[in-house]
């Protein structure tokens, strides 16, 4: 233990040899030592040309070619000391303390001389010099004393030829190695607090690299929409990523619209076609169709071949027009798809829409699977519709073409683009229900062809379907309420 202290006594430094930020100290002690130098070596040599100036020839000091010379050449050295450290490619060498190691033993060993050569000298001033030097070396404590020490040494004799009686010597000896200690105490002290904070910095790093590493395999497993709010609440609340999950995942109560979309026939075709139906058309298809509800600000959920998505953001109009967009953008992919595929494999995909008050968010909780999803009236009626247009008697009435939704939702897609047609089935006549919905009776059909492609149009530019700026967090101000014009309190929410 006390060899241990001995050790990191005299090489402080020891320890931090091998880790990754030595070299970073050490850049920073040559930068440390290169301003000081400059400043101390620079205000010598002025001080050695004003001593001459303003005490030499004021005293009148014989003889006085010598104490100019003297003056001069000291002046001289210590300047050029500190030119030295204004060279990069000088001070950048391996040992770069030497020139000021030099010119510091050199002040100091004259500055001794000058009590022989001038009896009415201070001798203060000689180890004043010495306390100087070893304050610009910037070395450890033991080496900043073992520095002192060679310099008392070299200066013995000056003294003793001096005159200067060993008891004042003993007595500047030691108040010198104390001042000296004393300046040189946090030596230790700041190389330990720079270690230290580069710990901590090294800390940092690797949290945040863990961080990262952690949000993106969050991303792989959100929805776009939900993982773009959680890295905004990380940004502009400075959350951790797990307090941005909760807050973001919390069930609460929304306005939303939804859409529900199956394959008809999915599973006939699985049976008759194989692994083929499911890689070259399902998968890819289901794919494709995620993409364009992402693209719209929708959060999907896939269950099998179907595809269920919900928009939740705090304008209900601008959800409604986004998830009616994701439709008709969705059936569009769709028929792009099957334009490749004979008429047998083709994906026939229908398109559902419904509106109204849901919980959304992980309904599932933290304990078990996470469940971020939708419930209430809208996704259920979905379902019952669902149910309903697979009934024979009007299954022949929809394609893979038309939208199907309820009579409030297409009322309200109506007053908001007005140019829009709907095709209304009178459900009684069919002699079908809705499933726990009696009171709806009739359900309204938008045809997506050459017909309705001006309303499509409008509605596109109605809901400003550059989403680049919307899909980054729920609560901004929509766009359809940012256009001049666009139709204000129609929803009866």
């Known amino acids: 233990m006390f060899f241990d202290k001995v050790i990191s006594w005299v090489f402080p430094s020891l320890p931090m040899q091998g880790t990754s930020w030595y070299q970073l100290w050490l850049a920073k002690e040559r930068r440390d030592f290169r301003v000081l130098a400059r400043i101390l070596f620079l205000v010598t040599s002025i001080g050695y040309v004003a001593h001459y100036i303003y005490f030499d020839r ?109 008891p004042l010597l003993a007595s500047a ?10 300046a040189r105490s946090g030596y230790a002290t700041e190389l330990n607090f720079f270690r230290a904070n580069h710990e901590n910095l090294e800390s940092q790093r690797q949290i945040i690299e863990l961080n990262i590493e952690f949000s993106d395999r969050i991303r792989a497993f959100l929805p776009r929409e939900i993982s773009s709010r959680l890295f905004r609440y990380v940004e502009e609340r400075h959350m951790t990523i797990l307090q941005a999950v909760e807050e973001v995942l919390r069930p609460r109560h929304r306005q939303i619209s939804c859409l529900f979309s199956d394959i008809r026939g999915f599973t006939r ?81 229908y398109v559902l829409m419904a509106s109204g008050e849901a919980i959304v968010g992980n309904l599932g909780g933290f304990d078990s699977s996470i469940e971020i999803t939708a419930l209430g009236n809208p996704v259920n009626l979905l379902s019952r519709m669902d149910e309903a247009t697979k009934n024979p008697a009007i299954r022949t009435r929809i394609t ?29 006549a069919f002699g079908v229900r809705i499933r726990d919905f009696e009171s709806i009776d009739r359900i309204f059909l938008h045809r997506v062809d050459t017909l309705n492609v001006h309303a499509s149009s409008q509605l596109e530019d109605l809901v400003n379907l550059d989403v680049t700026d919307a899909i980054r967090a729920e609560g901004t101000v929509s766009a359809i309420r940012a256009r001049p014009g666009s139709p204000r309190n129609l929803l009866p929410y």
């Open 58 to 166: 004021v005293v009148h000091l014989e003889p006085i070619e010598f104490w100019f010379k003297f003056r001069m050449i000291m002046a001289l050295v210590t300047f050029l000391t500190a030119l030295y450290y204004f060279i990069p490619s000088l001070y950048e060498l391996k040992y770069y303390r030497l020139p000021a190691m030099f010119a510091g033993t050199l002040c100091c060993y004259t500055q001794a001389r000058v009590l022989v050569w001038y009896d009415s000298g201070l001798y203060f001033y000689a180890f004043a010099f010495v306390i100087a030097a070893t304050i610009v070396l910037r070395l450890s404590l033991a080496q900043s004393l073992l520095f002192a020490a060679l310099m008392v040494v070299a200066q013995w004799p000056s003294f003793v030829e001096a005159g200067i009686g060993v």
């Open 269 to 349: 075709s699985t049976l008759g076609k194989g692994d083929s139906f499911l890689d070259e058309g399902v998968i890819p298809n289901v794919k494709e169709c995620t993409y364009v509800v992402e693209h719209h600000g929708g959060i999907p959920r896939k269950i099998g071949d179907l595809l269920f998505a919900y928009f939740d953001r705090l304008d209900p109009r601008d959800n409604l027009l986004r998830c009616f967009s994701a439709s008709l953008e969705m059936i569009r992919v769709n028929n792009e798809f099957n334009k490749v595929r004979s008429e047998n494999d083709a994906i026939n995909r």
């Open 173 to 182: 000896v030691a108040s010198t190695f104390v001042f000296i200690m004393f």
């Open 400 to 428: 893979n073409n038309h939208i199907v939704m309820d009579e409030r939702t297409a009322t309200i897609l109506k007053e908001l683009v007005p140019s829009l047609m709907f095709d209304c089935l009178e459900l009684k």
